[in-house]
């Protein structure tokens, strides 16, 4: 494990789709555990990648739930949910990172004309988009609001910490912790995009209802997850409510057998 501890992952040749669209403020300013804020628009962004050849684990898919969030003056994006189709990648994620990930069955299908995908979880697709790569946004503002809000590399921000040995509290306590992830982009296209959602308990992705959708950008790229760090500790107790984004919760009314 000292060969590989502490190297940036790289993922080759990635091939992305990430569609952005503008939600509520109110739904933004509930989701966001402090001290994260909300920015001047309730920017949601999701992606569904292929990843084709990394530096650490064989091929998988994978995706991801974001809102834009502001720290001390400094924009980024902070993830809700990432669902992915590895075992290693998700122990990674969870345990290195911070990562809500969870395992689920991730769908991209890529044409000349258009790429669809799926997230589904327990027998249901949550998540469905569908984009036609014509070069051409669903908002005309699109571009503008991309290159104000999103830049270049702007960072991921995360929650790490473990739950309690004794299912109470907290062993690690949770801190907000920063990442980059830095692409040489080899495609880019703008994409017209529609998205639905279905609701699913365990993962509430329609939550985040779509008022504006702003479009898509299809990407071919290498990109490296730098180094993180930890920005700052958080108090447990104003953070327990928003730290169950990583579990299912099944309820169970079957009664123990009894051993008489």
């Avoid at 898509?216 to 930890?230: F, P, R």
């Amino acid at each position: 494990m000292q060969k590989y501890g502490g190297k940036p992952t790289t993922f080759y040749d990635a091939e992305m789709l990430t569609v952005y669209w503008e939600t509520k403020p109110e739904i933004i300013e509930r989701l966001l555990p402090k001290p994260l804020k909300p920015t001047s628009r309730p920017l949601v962004n999701a992606f569904i990648a292929n990843y084709p050849a990394t530096n650490f684990c064989p091929p998988y898919r994978e995706a991801g739930l974001f809102v834009l969030a502001d720290y001390n003056g400094q924009l980024g994006n902070y993830c809700l949910s990432m669902p992915i189709t590895s075992d290693i990648g998700m122990a990674m994620g969870r345990e290195v990172c911070g990562l809500p990930k969870k395992m689920a069955d991730v769908r991209m299908n890529t044409s000349e004309d258009g790429i669809d995908g799926a997230i589904g979880r327990h027998g249901i697709d949550f998540f469905n988009v569908k984009a036609t790569m014509d070069g051409h946004f669903n908002d005309n503002g699109t571009e503008k609001i991309l290159e104000e809000y999103y830049g270049k590399d702007i960072p991921l921000y995360n929650i790490k910490y473990a739950n309690a040995i004794d299912g109470n509290g907290f062993d690690l306590m949770p801190s907000l912790v920063t990442q980059r992830l830095v692409s040489e982009v080899k495609v880019y296209k703008a994409a017209e995009a529609s998205i639905t959602f279905q609701d699913s308990p365990h993962d509430p992705w329609s939550e985040l209802e779509v008022v504006n959708m702003l479009g898509a950008v299809y990407t071919v790229s290498t990109n490296v997850l730098e180094k993180g760090k930890i920005l700052e500790p958080l108090n447990p107790m104003e953070y327990l409510p928003y730290c169950y984004l990583r579990w299912d919760w099944w309820e169970n009314n079957l009664q123990p057998v009894s051993s008489v």
